[in-house]
Structures are given as C-alpha cells and as structure tokens.
Nanobody
Framework: QVQLVESGGGLVQAGGSLRLSCAAS????????MGWFRQAPGKEREFVAG????????YYGDSVKGRFTISRDNAKNTVFLQMNSLKPEDTAVYYC?????????????????WGEGTLVTVSS
C-alpha cells in the first residue's frame, strides 16, 4: 500500500524554525518527484516546495523562496522541509505528496498520493 506520513509540525514563534518530515512507503521512492503543499483555513491548497527523484532539482513557491529548503534521503524514503524565518502567514496544514508520472509537475492536480497533513502554527 502507498502511505505518506508527515511529522514535525507544531507551534513555533515568528522568526523561528521547524523541520517537517515525510516518510513514504512507495516501492520505488527515488523514481518519484515529491512536493510539499499547505492549506490555511478558508484558503486553497497551495504549492510550497518540490524536489525531483534524485534531489538534483528543487522548486519553491514565491512566498517561501529563500526561507524554506526541501531535501530528501532516498535511502530512508524520506523527504524533508526545513522552514526558517517563519511568519504568522505560514500557519497552515502542511501536506506531503508524490508525483509518480513521467513528467514533473507540482500543482495540486498533478500529485498522485497525499499524506494526511501536519499542522504548523506560527505565533506572533
């Protein structure tokens, strides 16, 4: 079965840091692009960061570029999101997702598998 499990969410002060992890059960994890998305109450789910199968290419949403870093450890079937300089507007449920297709896309509709999310709350 395919399973993505996020962890590492919690409460952090503005300006602080947090690292999210996503453990994947995908059989050939290294073949798939992975992404992080987030959704705040009453808002659309949005792209945060993406990474290619081997980790050679990374992509970021405009609102997090320069503050967040996505990485992966294929030996452990895990993808990470290091979040620095957090702002209250970063507060959201963060989701890990996998793209198993032959091309790389990171919009919500392109992702094939999703985790249940982990809540990140940034206080002022």
């Amino acid at each position: 079965q395919v399973q993505l499990v996020e962890s590492g969410g919690g409460l952090v002060q503005a300006g602080g840091s947090l690292r999210l992890s996503c453990a994947a059960s995908l059989r050939i994890f290294a073949s798939y692009a992975m992404g992080w998305f987030r959704q705040a109450p009453g808002k659309e789910r949005e792209f945060v960061a993406g990474i290619s199968g081997r980790g050679s290419s990374t992509y970021y949403g405009d609102s997090v570029k320069g503050r967040f870093t996505i990485s992966r450890d294929n030996a452990k079937n895990t993808v990470f999101l290091q979040m620095n300089s957090l702002k209250p507007e970063d507060t959201a449920v963060y989701y890990c997702a996998a793209n198993t297709k032959n091309y790389v896309r990171y919009d919500v509709s392109a992702m094939d598998f999703w985790g249940e999310g982990t809540l990140v709350t940034v206080s002022s």
